[in-house]
């Protein structure tokens, strides 16, 4: 598994790094549509929503980002930071609730609108911050980090369960080193001057994206969980499917983007 794992990201690491500092803007975009689209097929297979169900996917995902790319990819475009806003009243409000609540949603509309909410904003904070590869490069560092982190505290030092009854191997102790060691991220990247921006405002940033990747993540775990499923899917061996890799970033990235453009 590991083996597998390693084999997989010294694949992947490569062309994600020459796609976002190599690619221009448009073609970025056009790019982001691929994990867009596998991020769609493996939530269709969590709400069990058929062929036709996945097919309005697609299809709305497909239509709202081709509105985006025409309108709404600039800094300046009121209606991104809309977009982008309404992200993260989803994940500061709306998600822990659902998680709090133990909700179990069947309506296939109610969740073909949710996929909108969550994946759209992703795919659009990826095409506003890759204008700045190396910004974009530091932020998605932040929930690397903080999920690198987590397990190593969580397996060292954990002992209190952080939500039993929707992710039992996430504890307290993970968190808070995912916390520290994110802090500690912000510092140094302010030390050396990298980021342009005041120490304590990286910290409070760095940490706010460190809460809400792990609501992302406790986020899609429940929705594995009311599936019956332990992956979202087998496209990356050794990882599972791609919504278990950008769990914590479909949250993280909307908020980074709408602090730092």
């Known amino acids: 598994m590991l083996k597998q794992r390693l084999i997989t990201a ?3 690491i490569p062309l994600l790094l020459g796609a976002m500092f190599l690619l221009p803007g448009f073609w970025w975009q056009l790019l982001l549509l691929i994990p867009v689209w596998i991020a769609a097929h493996e939530w269709s297979r969590l709400a069990a929503f058929g062929r036709a169900g996945e097919a309005a996917l697609m299809l709305v995902l497909t239509a709202a980002i081709g509105l985006l790319m025409a309108v709404a990819t600039t800094p300046e475009s009121a209606s991104a930071r809309i977009i982008l806003g309404l992200s993260v009243a989803f ?9 709090w609540l133990k909700i179990v949603v069947r309506n296939r509309w109610w969740l073909v609108i949710c996929a909108v909410v969550v994946l759209v904003p992703t795919w659009l904070a990826f095409a506003q911050l890759q204008r700045t590869p190396l910004l ?3 932020l998605l560092a932040v929930v690397w980090i903080a999920d690198t982190a987590a397990y190593v505290f969580g397996r060292t030092f954990g002992r209190h369960k952080l939500a039993p009854a929707i992710s039992p191997g996430k504890t307290w102790e993970g968190v808070t080193g995912a916390l520290a060691t994110v802090a500690v991220y912000a510092l140094a990247l302010n030390l050396a001057q990298i980021s342009g921006r005041d120490g304590g405002f990286l910290v409070a940033a760095f940490l706010s994206m460190t809460v809400f990747s792990v609501v992302g993540d406790l986020f899609e775990s429940w929705m594995k969980r009311s599936a019956g499923v332990k992956d979202s899917g087998a ?3 050794g990882h599972g499917g791609l919504l278990d890799r950008i769990d914590g970033v479909m ?4 908020l ?3 602090i730092f453009i």
């Open 10 to 12: 010294a694949v992947l």
């Open 91 to 99: 994940w500061l409000i709306v998600a822990p609730c659902w998680l």
């Open 136 to 138: 974009l490069l530091l």
């Open 235 to 237: 496209i990356l061996p």
């Open 251 to 254: 949250a993280a990235l909307p």
């Open 256 to 258: 980074a983007a709408l």
